[in-house]
């Protein structure tokens, strides 16, 4: 399946803004917190810890997420983006964290907390408000 | 049941920033989007329009939902709240779009769908990162 992916979300996906993905709790409740990303084209991919809810949330219940994205230029441009949690892999080294506090902040950090360190891609399975 | 709201929190909940409410949909698919909001000390309030995938999901189906909300001056400080929907209001005069128009941009304005409002009261029962 290819997703249709307009400019303006394009735009948006190619830049480094915080944004806000929900899940949903095990109980049924949903979940959301800021967060940064990184789409290599085809995955959205983040950063996270093995121990925490959000995590527990998606690798054990419900796969499906949904992202929000706010223009930085245009705080009533926004898309939203659901999709699949389809890869989580441990990531030890950190590798993702480095990648990402580069592309924000201009440095790469290690976090103290590398060791529980994984990687979790997003499969976009539909763009809203694009 | 009195909730306990750090300073920092409510130094966010009297702000005009645009937060990100996350719902559930009938499908038990998370969703997320941006929002205008209102905190009158008690309940945090919302403008919407009946006909909407987030108005369904939350009158029909899942009262409880998520609102994460980033600190404008430090993006780094957030705080997640979880709520649950306590009151569901007709709103014919777009009373509280014109309320939330004028908070956030200055002017009150009355929205071309104003008959098919309606306000939304969360009723905040935990807040994470304080």
């Not at 949690?85 to 201009?106: F, K």
Request: proline share 9%; glycine share 6%; hydrophobic share 35%.
């Amino acid at each position: 399946m290819t997703l249709e992916i307009s400019d303006k979300a394009r735009a948006l996906l190619e830049q480094p803004v915080l944004v806000n993905l929900a899940t949903v709790r095990p109980d049924g409740a949903p979940q959301v917190n800021p967060m940064w990303f990184k789409f290599d084209g085809e995955l959205i991919w983040f950063t996270h810890t093995n121990y925490r809810q959000k995590f527990k949330n998606i690798a054990h219940e419900e796969p499906r997420v949904s992202i929000s994205m706010i223009d930085p230029d245009n705080p009533y441009g926004y898309i939203e983006v659901r999709g699949v949690v389809e890869r989580v892999e441990d990531d030890p080294e950190a590798t993702m964290y480095q990648l990402l506090s580069e592309w924000y902040d201009g440095t790469p950090v290690t976090p103290p907390d590398a060791k529980d360190r994984v990687k979790i891609g997003v499969r976009p399975t539909k763009v809203v408000g694009q």
